[in-house]
């Protein structure tokens, strides 16, 4: 999965986390707004494991791949903005899909808040110069 998402966003900073211990590390350094974290859990025992983490997971864009049905509720208490299954017949579309859309709205906040920074600046040096529109 990860050669795929990494051939979808190859323009993008990719940090891969093989262990519960190192992605609680990577959670624990300073994150931007455009982080989207993709957990893919191969067991209950990765599952107890990322659920022990889910204060570090509660300000990011989650998206979990289940093993199976059986972990859907106890998959509920980390609040992903998508979930799958691992034995999803189109489970690398879905998740390109959700990755794609995700990134889009971070893009476009970025965009709003950039441009909003630059009518703020107009509009102070406007009132600084008494400039006034009508």
């Known amino acids: 999965m990860y050669n795929m998402i990494e051939s979808l966003f190859l323009k993008k900073k990719m940090d891969v986390c093989r262990t519960p211990a190192e992605l609680s590390l990577r959670l624990c350094q300073p994150l931007d707004n455009s982080l ?20 570090l997971l509660q ?13 859907e509720a106890l998959a509920g208490n980390l609040n992903p903005r998508h979930l799958a299954f691992a ?19 971070i893009y476009l906040y970025k965009k709003e808040v950039v441009i909003s920074g630059w009518h703020n600046r107009i509009r102070r040096w406007m009132a600084d110069k008494k400039i006034q529109l009508h």
């Open 36 to 55: 989207v974290v993709i957990l893919v859990i191969a067991d209950r025992e990765d599952l107890s494991n990322i659920l022990s983490m889910r204060i």
């Open 59 to 71: 300000d990011t864009r989650t998206v979990l791949v289940l093993p199976d049905r059986q972990s």
């Open 87 to 105: 034995d999803s017949e189109y489970l690398i579309v879905e998740i390109a899909s959700v990755l794609k859309a995700m990134l889009e709205i």
